[in-house]
């Protein structure tokens, strides 16, 4: 009864300031429900309310008060204040009260008031609410609940005002922005109040107080996914590392700020922090032993932040005996990379370096113990990464494989033998090079001069024509024996089973331009072709080899255009093929249907493609244009003009090779997206071939504009695929989703879409929106 009497009490109380604020004009009675509504924040003059009274009034009523507060910035009473009045009773109840309902009540007034002396006045109380350190009373606030008292969307919503704000402003406020409020300066500020918060806990501890750390992980967390992390843990992480040193209460107290990170903004705290850190040391103090109670952080320390900081993350996986066993794990991994033939000859030789490192890295920080369990394993690492990295052309490969394997050696028997490699063979070869040359010049000088002293020796028996300057032949290569074919189909062959490589090599450069020069031809053998060139493989390292193969089986594509892109549509979800060919599939079926959507303006010299080189031989009859036409340009450039018209002919109407064939490249790539093969899985661990294809289909939308009906069917079928994987969780899947949606809308006739589409309309729009 005592609790239901005071809520009535504070009630009347309320409503009686309320009616004051709204409908008095005397000052005296303004004042007077101001000092009220004040009292019930911190008791007023000789304790006027009791702390029941005040907890009600902060639980049912703060909130509504601001709010009208806020309402009733137009009134003529609050104008008529000094500014120590104004300071005293109007922004005092935003500072004393519950921090979290009156920054909530702040951000909503700036967002809906227009640009204003109101608007700058309510700019000025957040101001004082930062600089008054009311965030780290907010969140010492939250850290004082055992259990939440609110409802999980208004912690959401203050989450994100706490983690957006300088967005919030600089969104409303623009080139008025107040320098508090700007990231460089607002998140290091509130990490210093996350500290402040982390530091009451810990005394809040050592006096028997039970504390939640929820809510402050929260706020890191939703901070450091938002792009934020440097900022904030830069602050942050030098401070923790300091205090867990040599405090247990510390390191308690940062172990559970870290267990409380929710998992999906737990890669993104990890990162930073493993970036902001000193070194192996501070990371195990802060995070303890994370990885072994949480999953998302073990996955991310033992393999995404390996290729971000492998020195700290190693040391930090070997300091602790619960730890190690992950450290064998990662080990095993980075040996299956650093062995992989695949990876040594596809990935960037950066990566590859340190690859080799943290191999190196984890290999020394072993035990004898751990050393000798893993000898077998390292052994077969050793001699099959070795091969990989011998077997490749690029010397500095070569020498990572052999400076591996030398201390791989050593570290696994180190009294025994061990292999020994002349790694600076090529070094001390350029050396001995460089010393050599000054004597070769001498020599050469000794040359020169040795034909004038033959002039005066009267027992030369020299010729005059020994007399002559040798002709520099240094710059001189050998000619090659082969020569590039004529005949497609000789060609063809040469592809198919030539094991000559310079053979290989002049059919590959000439390949196009037979193709394109004798169309005849090529469609009598345009699949066969089409599939030795998908298989083909660079086996003898063809300077440009990709863009030759692609540039032909593009030209094969538009050359003979359906049954070729039916094979490669068909090949496209067949068994026993690897994603970078199937890629190939895509990329050659854009760009050939990118040459087919393009009108034909001028006729080139088809003997002369874009893969052609000028390594190639010609010959002069090869050359059509006419000495007549030499002339005449040559003519035309010595020639000054001093008006000109227009010199070229207005652009003729040309068919649209694309839109006969269009249905062509569209309608098999959606056959069998949703039937899983053995190599092969669109919609399940194939993100990148799906984000590919997704956008192929879009392409081929957007180049049928110019083609109505069928683009209404493929705007439909387009739409009904993609709708399905719109909220995958790749996001180049997603980016594709949505230049394909776009496709259908810029490319589809507006009475298809009212008419085919009108259903599916709202739910794009609401997606969109939503995205």
Not at 43 to 67: D, I, K, M, V, W
Not at 707 to 713: E, G, K, L, N, S
Request: glycine letters at 4%; one cysteine or more.
């Amino acid at each position: 009864m005592e609790q239901v009497s005071t809520n009535a009490e504070v009630r009347l109380t309320v409503s009686q300031c309320f009616r004051t604020l709204t409908t008095s004009t005397d000052s005296t009675d303004i004042i007077s429900a101001l000092k009220t509504l004040l009292s019930h924040l911190d008791g007023g003059p000789e304790g006027t309310t009791t702390a029941a009274q005040q907890a009600e009034f902060r639980r049912a009523h703060y909130t509504r008060t601001l709010q009208l507060l806020v309402s009733n910035l137009q009134a003529d009473w609050l104008h008529s204040f000094t500014a120590a009045q104004r300071s005293e009773l109007w922004d005092s109840l935003f500072l004393r009260g519950p921090p979290d309902q009156a920054l909530l009540v702040l951000m909503d007034g700036i967002g809906e008031l227009r640009p204003s002396t109101n608007l700058d006045h309510l700019v000025s109380i957040t101001e004082k609410f930062l600089q008054n350190h009311c965030l780290a009373e907010l969140l010492w606030s939250y850290c004082l609940q055992a259990t939440p008292s609110d409802s999980p969307q208004l912690r959401e919503t203050l989450l994100g005002r706490i983690s957006a704000l300088p967005d919030l402003t600089a969104n409303k406020l623009h080139l008025n922005n107040r320098p508090v409020f700007l990231p460089q300066q607002y998140y290091p500020l509130l990490a210093t109040e996350m500290l402040t918060a982390l530091e009451r806990t810990c005394q809040a501890l050592r006096d028997g107080t039970d504390c939640s750390l929820t809510f402050v992980a929260q706020t890191l967390g939703k901070v450091c996914i938002q792009g934020h992390s440097g900022l904030v843990l830069a602050v942050v992480a030098p401070q923790l590392s300091v205090c867990t040193r040599s405090d247990m209460v510390w390191q308690r107290v940062c172990w559970k700020l870290m267990e409380n990170v929710p998992q999906r903004w737990m890669e993104s705290v990890l990162t930073g922090l493993v970036q902001a850190v000193s070194g192996p040391d501070a990371l195990g103090r802060i995070i303890g032993n994370l990885v072994l109670t949480n999953k998302k952080a073990q996955f991310v320390i033992t393999h995404k932040l390996l290729l971000l900081q492998y020195k700290i993350v190693l040391g930090y996986l070997a300091a602790d005996k619960d730890r190690r066993p992950f450290l064998v794990q990662v080990l095993r991994s980075i040996c299956q990379a650093w062995a992989n033939p695949s990876a040594v000859k596809h990935t960037p030789l950066e990566q590859q370096l340190y690859v080799s490192k943290t191999l190196l890295l984890s290999v020394s920080l072993l035990k004898d113990s751990e050393l000798q369990e893993l000898r077998s394993e390292l052994l077969h690492c050793m001699l099959g990464g070795m091969q990989s990295h011998l077997d490749s052309s690029v010397v500095r490969i070569r020498h990572m494989g052999m400076v591996v394997g030398e201390c791989l050696s050593s570290r696994m028997d180190g009294s025994g033998t061990q292999l020994k490699f002349e790694v600076q063979s090529v070094a001390n070869s350029l050396q001995e090079t460089n010393e050599t040359m000054p004597s070769t010049e001498n020599t050469s000088s000794q040359n020169k001069s040795a034909p004038q002293s033959s002039k005066t020796d009267a027992d030369s028996d020299l010729d005059s024509d020994d007399e002559l300057t040798p002709y520099d032949m240094s710059g001189d290569q050998e000619m090659s024996q082969a020569s590039p074919p004529r005949y497609l189909r000789d060609c063809l062959e040469i592809l198919r089973s030539s094991e000559d490589g310079v053979r290989v090599e002049l059919s590959l450069r000439v390949a196009e331009s037979l193709v394109r020069r004798n169309a005849f031809a090529a469609r009598e053998i345009s699949v066969q072709m089409s599939k030795v060139l998908l298989h083909m493989e660079d086996k003898y390292n063809i300077i440009g080899f990709l863009g030759l193969r692609q540039a032909t089986m593009v030209a094969l594509t538009v050359t003979d255009c359906i049954p070729v892109t039916q094979y490669l549509t068909t090949e496209f979800y067949s068994l026993n093929y690897s994603l970078r060919q199937r890629l190939d599939i895509l990329e050659v079926l854009t760009i050939a249907a990118q040459e087919l959507s393009k009108p034909i303006t001028d006729k080139r010299d088809p003997s002369i493609g874009p893969a052609a080189t000028s390594e190639l031989n010609t010959y002069p009859g090869d050359n059509p244009v006419h000495w007549q036409q030499v002339v005449e340009k040559r003519i035309q450039s010595k020639t000054k003009h001093f008006s000109k018209g227009a010199t070229k002919p207005p652009a003729k109407a040309t068919p649209n090779r694309y839109a006969p064939v269009a249905g062509h490249f569209f309608f098999p790539l959606l056959r069998n997206y949703d039937k899983p093969q053995v190599t092969f899985d669109l919609l399940g661990s194939d993100h990148l071939v799906l984000g590919r294809l997704i956008h192929t289909l879009g392409l081929f939308m957007h180049l049928a504009v110019n083609a109505p009906v069928i683009a209404a069917q493929m705007g439909c079928a387009l739409l009904d695929f993609v709708w399905a994987v719109r909220y995958h969780v790749d996001q180049m899947v997603r980016r594709g989703v949505l230049f394909a949606v776009c496709s259908v809308f810029l490319s589809m006739p507006s009475q298809n879409l009212l008419v085919d589409l009108s259903d599916q309309l709202f739910e794009t729009r609401a997606w969109l929106a939503g995205e």
